[in-house]
């Protein structure tokens, strides 16, 4: 069974500090992914990845940053964290398209920033 | 942008009644998928349907695909109490990204 694992399930932090989410996955997938949830708004795509070292900006990136330097990593940095950025955080990984396109997500990790 | 977008918002039935929701989208799909969500979790995959077919089961679980609508229907027959969860459509035009609607809020009374 795939298994995508994140750092930390809850998170309080203040706003200014840098956070970092992390997401490991096990099943050797190119493509990761993280999305935040917010009630109302669905999932929201911030970052992708296709590939080690890879990035492509999704829906919503202002604020965020990523870094992939392993295959089974996939980091979301907050920069300078902000209140409207409370939320949860998701991560995903699947194989590339045309093959299984199926999403395997993480637990979540539910950010509030104070 | 949003791409899905799941109707009704939330639905509340009886154990052992059928549950319908329903998704709509906005572009040419390659396939769509519905996946669960429990509360505080994350998302679990439940089923795919690709472009060229019309209809898949799995389980308890009927899901219809209209293209020429852009729409799909996902259905769960003899509802269980476990089955009360968030539902979320998720269409995928390219194979590497997918787009999320909002999701149906399903209860199942026991």
């Known amino acids: 069974d795939v298994k995508v694992t994140q750092s930390s399930r809850y998170l309080v932090k203040r706003t200014g500090e840098k956070v970092f989410l992390e997401c490991v996955q096990d099943m050797d997938h190119e493509n990761m992914f993280w999305y935040r949830q917010d009630p109302g708004l669905g999932l929201r795509l911030i970052y992708f990845?296709?590939?080690?070292?890879?990035?492509e900006k999704g829906d919503i990136p202002e604020g965020y940053s990523v870094s992939r330097e392993k295959k089974e990593r996939f980091s979301l940095i907050l920069e300078s964290a902000s209140t409207n950025q409370t939320s949860m955080y998701l991560c995903a990984s699947s194989l590339p398209g045309g093959r299984r396109e199926t999403q395997y997500f993480g637990p979540g990790t539910r950010l509030l920033v104070l | 942008s949003q791409q899905g977008e799941e109707d009704p918002q939330a639905l509340s039935i009886q154990e052992g009644e059928n549950a319908t929701m329903n998704c709509s989208y906005k572009t040419s799909i390659n396939n769509l998928q519905w996946y669960r969500q429990n509360s505080g979790r994350g998302l679990v995959h439940l089923i795919l349907?690709?472009?060229?077919?019309r209809e898949k089961h799995s389980g308890r679980l009927r899901v219809t695909l209209d293209t020429s609508k852009k729409s799909s229907s996902l259905l769960i027959t003899a509802s269980r109490a476990a089955d009360t969860a968030s539902y979320f459509c998720?269409?995928?035009?390219?194979?590497?990204?997918?787009?999320f609607g909002t999701g149906t809020s399903l209860t199942v009374i026991p």
């Open positions: 990845s296709y590939d080690v070292k890879m990035k």
């Open positions: 349907i690709r472009s060229n077919e």
């Open positions: 998720a269409a995928s035009n390219t194979g590497n990204q997918f787009y």
